[in-house]
């Protein structure tokens, strides 16, 4: 395995300049052996590449509208479970030590953290990260997007302080291996968070909600997208997802400790922190 390049000690604005792979559109392309690049054949040959490829190609094809779709369809909900996700982190967030933001998407998540440290941007779709990046130079945010694999990280272990995932790790192929990877490159004593879809507690907030997700949700969606397919897949893969205490249950079989949950919008979605031990 080579790994490309070191993550301590970085300032945001050298970050940039710190590696010479990044590319004219500002994203570096950071594949591990045998994942792969944007336009490039798949070398590894596993059977996850299905899913990975149908994912990235939905996102690839929603991506100019997933912001505008996003602040739609949760009433711009959204953007108060982000910045709740940057409150709760923030006794550990420092200017010294990189976040990194998994699934980051066009950045959303990454932009609130940037407020309070440099961040690593990870994710496998570059339209995504394209819009992201245009964000990024528009605020001149300390913001480094990368091209890589969640599952497959380019990273050697132990380096990051905190790690985010924010409605991504519902995405993976495998969940458990996202968190395992999580595990791998944060540092003893790290944080992790992961925002994401989740159960409704009430009852009747629960019928409410699905009857939005199940028949709305998805009418709206695709018709904006002009896509037909990703918010179908959204409604599905949200409703076939664990719920709080499931996906608690599995970041502690993973390994990470004082896994707790905060509730957000009645249990719309929730947000998981857990820690590796130091
Ligand atoms: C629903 S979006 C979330 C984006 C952003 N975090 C947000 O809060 O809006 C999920 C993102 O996960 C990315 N993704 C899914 N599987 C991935 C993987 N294996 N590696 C990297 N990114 C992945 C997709 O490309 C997409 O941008």
């Given at each position: 395995m080579e790994w490309k390049i070191s993550v301590t000690h970085r300032r945001g604005s050298q970050l940039a300049s710190l590696?010479?792979?990044?590319?004219t559109d500002g994203i570096l392309l950071l594949v591990r052996k045998g994942v792969q690049g944007e336009?490039?054949?798949?070398?590894?040959?596993?059977?996850w590449e299905g899913h990975r490829e149908r994912v990235r190609r939905m996102f690839a094809a929603i991506a100019p509208r997933y912001d505008l779709l996003n602040h739609l369809l949760s009433l711009n909900v959204d953007r108060f479970w982000r910045r709740f996700t940057v409150r709760q982190l923030r006794p550990h967030l420092s200017s010294k030590a990189p976040v990194l933001d998994l699934c980051?998407?066009?950045?959303d998540l990454a932009l609130e953290l940037a407020q309070q440290a440099d961040v690593i941007g990870v994710d496998f779709c570059r339209p995504m990260l394209r819009i992201g990046q245009a964000k990024i130079a528009r605020r001149r945010a300390r913001v480094l997007l990368v091209e890589g694999d969640a599952l497959q990280l380019p990273f050697p272990d132990g380096v990051f302080s905190v790690v985010t995932i924010a409605f991504g790790l519902r995405n993976l192929e495998s969940p458990e291996r996202g968190l395992r990877e999580i595990y791998r490159v944060l540092r003893p004593g790290g944080v992790v968070a992961v925002l994401e879809f989740s159960q409704p507690l009430l009852p009747i907030f629960r019928h409410v909600f699905r009857f939005y997700f199940r028949n709305l949700l998805p009418r709206i969606g695709n018709w904006i997208s002009g896509v037909p397919g990703p918010y179908d897949y959204l409604r599905d893969s949200v409703q076939a997802f664990l719920n709080q205490r499931e996906l608690a249950r599995l970041m502690e079989a993973v390994g990470f400790t004082t896994v707790r949950y905060i509730n957000l919008t009645g249990g719309i979605a929730a947000l998981h922190l857990g820690e590796k031990t130091p």
């Amino acid at each position: 395995m080579e790994w490309k390049i070191s993550v301590t000690h970085r300032r945001g604005s050298q970050l940039a300049s710190l590696l010479p792979e990044v590319t004219t559109d500002g994203i570096l392309l950071l594949v591990r052996k045998g994942v792969q690049g944007e336009g490039g054949k798949a070398t590894g040959g596993h059977a996850w590449e299905g899913h990975r490829e149908r994912v990235r190609r939905m996102f690839a094809a929603i991506a100019p509208r997933y912001d505008l779709l996003n602040h739609l369809l949760s009433l711009n909900v959204d953007r108060f479970w982000r910045r709740f996700t940057v409150r709760q982190l923030r006794p550990h967030l420092s200017s010294k030590a990189p976040v990194l933001d998994l699934c980051c998407g066009t950045g959303d998540l990454a932009l609130e953290l940037a407020q309070q440290a440099d961040v690593i941007g990870v994710d496998f779709c570059r339209p995504m990260l394209r819009i992201g990046q245009a964000k990024i130079a528009r605020r001149r945010a300390r913001v480094l997007l990368v091209e890589g694999d969640a599952l497959q990280l380019p990273f050697p272990d132990g380096v990051f302080s905190v790690v985010t995932i924010a409605f991504g790790l519902r995405n993976l192929e495998s969940p458990e291996r996202g968190l395992r990877e999580i595990y791998r490159v944060l540092r003893p004593g790290g944080v992790v968070a992961v925002l994401e879809f989740s159960q409704p507690l009430l009852p009747i907030f629960r019928h409410v909600f699905r009857f939005y997700f199940r028949n709305l949700l998805p009418r709206i969606g695709n018709w904006i997208s002009g896509v037909p397919g990703p918010y179908d897949y959204l409604r599905d893969s949200v409703q076939a997802f664990l719920n709080q205490r499931e996906l608690a249950r599995l970041m502690e079989a993973v390994g990470f400790t004082t896994v707790r949950y905060i509730n957000l919008t009645g249990g719309i979605a929730a947000l998981h922190l857990g820690e590796k031990t130091p």
